[in-house]
């Protein structure tokens, strides 16, 4: 089945550094990218569709300025943290899209991304 | 805005019982799809339901759709261990955006 890489798994930072998180879709073109945030024992709440070579589409309350996305090419979407700060730590997650599946909206997920903020 | 709710929220079940959790949402959608996440893990996908009376199943668990109910079931037979799990339905908005609003999970502890 189609793979989608997130990459890195976990990562510790001080608080007002930037933190790039990378989303791949390894054996697949993905136009549109997801990137969801979870807090512990909750659901996940979307943040953004990523689309590639248009600017992203952010969800309402999301700072677009303190969370970047870059989906430059096919396979690749990229979230960056800006000025991380303790109550940004949570479980990223991104999906990417089948494309050419219709009327199904097949995702497949990344692995997430664990922030912890200091 | 659409919404979606999962009842229950915490199930514990012993093994080889059955029980059966519900996702329901709030407007009108054909479209739903169930999850499985692992503590500390990412979605893996289950069932893509696409129609009213949509069924379908896989060993242990078989997931329904009824979308005049706004409603759908997700049904599992004689547990086992290897089952507990966090289960989240997700609805696809009607708008053509392709966004995913997932409802608030089920955390599924089998107990031997």
């Known amino acids: 089945g189609a793979v989608v890489s997130q990459h890195p798994s976990r990562v510790i930072c001080k608080s007002g550094t930037s933190v790039k998180i990378e989303c791949r879709s390894l054996d697949f073109q993905a136009t549109t990218m997801f990137w969801y945030r979870q807090f512990p024992k909750k659901s996940l709440m979307l943040m953004a569709t990523?689309?590639?070579?248009?600017?992203?589409?952010?969800e309402q309350g999301v700072e677009k300025d303190k969370f970047l996305i870059n989906h430059a090419s096919l396979t690749l979407s990229t979230l960056t943290v800006t000025s991380a700060h303790p109550e940004d730590s949570s479980f990223y997650i991104c999906?990417?899209?089948?494309?050419?599946?219709?009327?199904?909206?097949?995702?497949?997920f990344g692995a997430g991304t664990r922030l912890s903020v200091l | 805005e659409l919404k979606v709710e999962q009842n229950p929220l915490f199930l514990s079940m012993q093994e080889g019982k059955n029980y059966t959790i519900y996702c329901n949402y709030s407007t009108t959608s054909d479209r739903l799809y169930w999850y499985r996440q692992d503590p500390g893990k990412s979605l893996e996908s289950l069932f893509v339901l696409l129609s009213n009376g949509a069924v379908k199943q896989e060993g242990r668990l078989m997931a329904s759709l009824d979308t005049k109910a706004r409603l759908s079931t997700l049904h599992i037979t004689a547990a086992v261990h290897d089952l507990s799990a966090t289960y989240f339905c997700?609805?696809?908005?009607?708008?053509?955006?392709?966004?995913?609003?997932f409802g608030t999970g089920t955390r599924l502890t089998i107990i031997p």
């Open positions: 997700a609805v696809d908005s009607l708008w053509g955006n392709e966004k995913l609003t």
């Open positions: 990523s689309n590639e070579g248009s600017k992203a589409t952010y």
């Open positions: 999906s990417a899209r089948i494309p050419g599946s219709g009327g199904k909206n097949i995702q497949y």
